[in-house]
């Protein structure tokens, strides 16, 4: 319109947000009538319209071999939230899907220190439009020892996570998770996110979550509220007779230098109060290590072995495997045998991890590759 031009985008290929970002505005200058003079180019993740990157034509073809292109650029593009023009979630539907190899670990089982299996996963996303996703996994194991523990959960606690055998040695095909979702922007500076079906592994229900991240804030709250009940152990349609309701309200904190903290307080599966304190280091080649500890007002004593629940995550991009340009990355978290205290639902696609990359610290952390 008059002068502008109005571009939405998905990353699916760049594991860094500001080079889909700078591939996106130097194909508008190319393609582009003359009279176009100013980009603004809308991030959509997961439906929703997380930021708006204004661009002047003229900075882009100037800057795009400039020593300092990439800073002075940053300097003079205009990063917004785009909850007013969340409009373009009205999209015809669209669906995604992979088949990829998986790998399963187990650690420190007194029985068996190390077991792994090793298999193929399908996942699938069909995209309605809207904010509304219909999302799904399953996977089938090849080969592995997972299915070999025996070791029988003596918990006085509900058994929401300690039977993890059993789900490991009867869920092969298995369906990971099966989830109507919805995602949106009730308001300025606020995300939505309602979540109903197979969650992951263990649950099904309904899960809901808000965020009020501003987009140029270090600092973020949430809550989330969860109604589920235990699967069975097969892993397929059915559910155990144990159910609950679990939530959190939290807080983020981005120190800079890449440190992340994230602290957790509310109710756990197995019904005990506490709180989880999460420190992560977010590296410029995309690796991060953290870790994690949870107490609540469960006993050292009725937790069992380990005392409280605590681990350490490490993620790698796929793409320093592979060489070749990918979003997915490699994760495992390494702590003591799963026990019943201090456990939380593994809800996928929570809201800060979705909208993070696009607001304005982190594309600033990673603007030196929008030239890229």
């Known amino acids: 319109s008059n002068d502008r031009a109005t571009v939405h985008i998905r990353n699916t290929r760049w594991r860094s947000e500001p080079q889909a970002i700078g591939r996106t505005a130097r194909v508008l200058s190319r393609v582009l009538p003359a009279e176009i003079e100013q980009f603004r180019i809308i991030a959509i993740s997961n439906g929703m319209a997380v930021s708006a990157i204004d661009i002047r034509r003229k900075d882009v073809e100037e800057l795009e071999h400039a020593p300092d292109g990439p800073w002075l ?124 079906g197979y969650l992951e592994k263990m649950y099904g229900g309904v899960s809901a979550e808000l965020l009020w991240k501003p987009i140029d804030s270090r600092l973020g709250f949430g809550g989330e509220l969860n109604f589920v009940r235990q699967r069975d152990f097969d892993q397929q349609f059915g559910f155990q007779e144990y159910d609950t309701t679990t939530g959190h309200v939290s807080a983020y904190y981005d120190f800079g230098n890449g440190f992340h903290t994230q602290l957790d307080v509310g109710r756990y599966l197995a019904g005990d109060w506490g709180a989880t304190l999460s420190v992560d280091r977010e590296f410029e080649n995309g690796i991060r290590i953290g870790g994690f500890a949870t107490l609540t007002d469960v006993s050292f004593d009725d937790f069992g072995e380990g005392s409280f629940d605590k681990g350490i995550r490490i993620e790698i991009p796929i793409t320093w495997i592979t060489g070749e340009p990918a979003r997915n990355s490699f994760r495992t978290t390494i702590r003591p045998v799963l026990r019943d205290g201090g456990a939380r639902l593994n809800v996928p696609n929570r809201l800060y991890e979705t909208v993070r990359p696009w607001h304005s610290k982190e594309l600033g952390d990673e603007w030196g590759r929008v030239f890229r």
Do not use: C, H, M
């Open 73 to 196: 650029s940053f300097v003079r593009a205009d990063i917004s939230d785009a909850a007013a023009l969340n409009a373009v979630a009205r999209v015809k539907p669209r669906f995604d899907w992979s088949l990829t190899p998986y790998i399963d670990t187990e650690l420190f089982d007194p029985d068996g220190p190390l077991r792994a299996d090793l298999g193929l996963r399908a996942q699938g996303r069909l995209a309605f439009g809207n904010g509304v996703f219909l999302s799904g996994s399953v996977r089938k194991k090849a080969l592995g020892s997972l299915d070999n523990s025996v070791r029988a959960s003596t918990s006085v606690l509900p058994k929401v996570r300690s039977e993890n055998a059993l789900y490991n040695r009867e869920g092969d095909p298995a369906v990971e998770y099966l989830a109507l979702e919805r995602f949106g922007r009730p308001g300025l500076n606020l995300y939505s996110r309602v979540s109903f």
